[in-house]
């Protein structure tokens, strides 16, 4: 689902007005890690002499902003600058292989290609992270397991337990799908409550919240943003590769808008050229999903 990216005003009014949907529905217990101070003031459009109270006005309603702040943006700016795309993207890279039918011999070329070009992680199913990890073993490159793919409409429950199975197993990332229709309908604590519960059976792992962006309205990516830095995930990721749609510059920009530099934005879906990446990566992701990975680093384009 492509839906466009509001004008700058209209998106930092839709960005509050979906955080305070989110934080009422939570309730005032939960607590959410603040990000740094506002940087810019949007003038009011109106005559601040005669303020209507609108309740989104950020000139005359600071208080808004330390609601919004809390919620987990970065501000009303513009996304964090990224550095300089590096000569060397490789440890950027979860290099994925998630086929159904991947073998063993499938899995050690994987490996193999993660070690050759000093991958960041290689992202599998939670059956193949033992026989990955054994792999890569006194290598910097870890396993990256995904829990509750490709749909993520399993129970919380047993995404807690996948990923506490592939934690015990090695796996030092965790790729989580949230869950689409709970996000859709609004049922907020139950996103919530989904993701925090892999946040703590992943034992302090780096836990990634994939929201399959192709099916999602701009006000239900906002949500998702939110909700993923409430119940404490450290990215949220485009997504799974096996649904509507891949990652756009679009949505990478929003979503680093929404988390700002306090989380991780994973770009994956689509992802086959060097070009790509770098465009990815400009616009505020900070570690890209591939199966092209190979390609990617060599500056080819590839067919997979």
Do not use: W
Request: aromatic share 4%; glycine share 8%.
């Amino acid at each position: 689902m492509t839906t466009a990216i509001p004008e700058r005003e209209q998106l930092v009014q839709l960005i509050t007005r979906i955080t305070q949907e989110v934080l009422r529905e939570l309730g005032s217990g939960v607590v959410v890690p603040r990000s740094g101070p506002a940087e810019v003031s949007l003038a009011c459009q109106q005559d601040p002499a005669n303020c209507s109270q609108c309740g989104y006005c950020t000139s005359q309603k600071p208080e808004l902003i330390d609601q919004f702040m809390q919620s987990g943006a970065s501000g009303f700016s513009n996304a964090p600058k990224t550095p300089a795309v590096p000569v060397e993207i490789a440890g950027l890279i979860d290099h994925t292989l998630l086929k159904p039918e991947a073998t063993r011999a499938d899995l050690a070329t994987l490996c193999q290609e993660a070690l050759k070009y000093n991958f960041r992680t290689v992202c599998v199913n939670p059956d193949h992270v033992s026989f990955c990890v054994d792999q890569l073993k006194g290598s910097s490159v870890k396993v990256c397991a995904v829990i509750g793919f490709p749909l993520g409409a399993t129970t919380s429950r047993v995404k807690a337990f996948e990923a506490e199975e592939a934690v015990s197993r090695g796996a030092a990332e965790i790729d989580m799908v949230i869950n689409v229709s709970s996000l859709k309908a609004k049922d907020y604590n139950a996103v919530f409550e989904d993701i925090r519960q892999v946040v703590r059976a992943s034992r302090g792992c780096t836990v990634k919240v994939i929201l399959e962006t192709g099916l999602l309205t701009t006000p239900e990516k906002i949500a998702g943003c939110v909700l993923s830095k409430a119940a404490g995930a450290h990215f949220v990721k485009t997504s799974t590769g096996f649904g509507k749609g891949g990652a756009t510059i679009e949505d990478i920009r929003l979503m680093r808008e929404i988390v700002g530099s306090e989380m991780g934005v994973k770009a994956s879906g689509g992802i086959r050229d060097t070009a790509t990446a770098e465009k990815m990566i400009e616009a505020g992701a900070s570690r890209i999903g591939a199966s092209a990975s190979v390609a990617i680093v060599q500056g080819q384009i590839s067919s997979k």
